[in-house]
């Protein structure tokens, strides 16, 4: 969208969103970027069919509106996604989820936007989902889920001196819980010394709408936010079943929709591991 992320508190459903191309053997999620020099750097989770998981994968969308194809730029081994960028004194890093390793890990670019090395785990023995952090008040802080903690409607927080930690566990976890505005939706953002957090809602689907939050309090033991601002798709939109992400690059946010289509690929997959789950009961 050609606005940035805290218009987003005053629009309305018509948000001109330009959509990128869509690939007939791959989905796309969970979009980050950095704006330089009127160039969009994109970074998100690329899903593959022919190895069922994500990798994180990039694309550029240049000044005069062309895209290019997409490039693979971090494969971890197990499932990735939600490729959280910070921008921090001229070095980029990443956080992407890799809950199924059971950590999280920040990388940096070392060779911008292609080259990736791993810095350290950040949650070592913490299958963090969609994890989101932001400066704020002398302090960085970190929200997330935790796989199989009800990631989709319950809220953990983490607290730092610095990027890199070390991170301690906020004293009131989980400080929330509510399908409808916990599961983390993009980058945390301040308006007028006021936090906003995007937070997805998940209370009648997964990917269903973005719920943008008021932090109203947020120390090391309180946490205490509002839901302001509900986004879904706009209408018309080729996304017609939810808005997924909302996420700052500059001038400009970046989203992603959410659509239904008969795959038949995936339908045999998900056929044949229903076969083998009943086959390894009756073999018990």
Known sequence: MPAPIDAMLRTGGDRSIRWLPARRDAWAADPFGLERDGELHIFFEDFARSINRGVISYVLLGRDGTVSDPELVLDVGVHASYPFLVEREGSVFMLPE????????????VEFPRGWRRVKALLPRVPAVDASVVEYEGRWWMFAGILGRGQNHTLFVWHAPDLT???????????????????????????????????????????????LNQVELLTTTAFRERPVKALGPGRGSPYSYGLHTLSTAGTRTLVDGYRRRFVR???????LTKQRQVIARLAR
């Open 165 to 211: 930690g070390p991170w301690t566990a906020h004293a009131a976890n989980p400080v929330k819980t509510d399908a409808r505005s916990t599961r983390s939706g993009g980058t945390p953002f301040v308006v007028d010394g006021t936090l906003y957090r995007p937070s997805q809602d998940c209370s009648r689907q997964y990917g269903g709408r973005v719920t």
């Open 265 to 271: 690929e995936d339908m045999q997959r998900q056929l």
């Open 98 to 109: 890799t809950s199924a390793a059971g950590e999280l890990v920040l990388y940096e670019a």
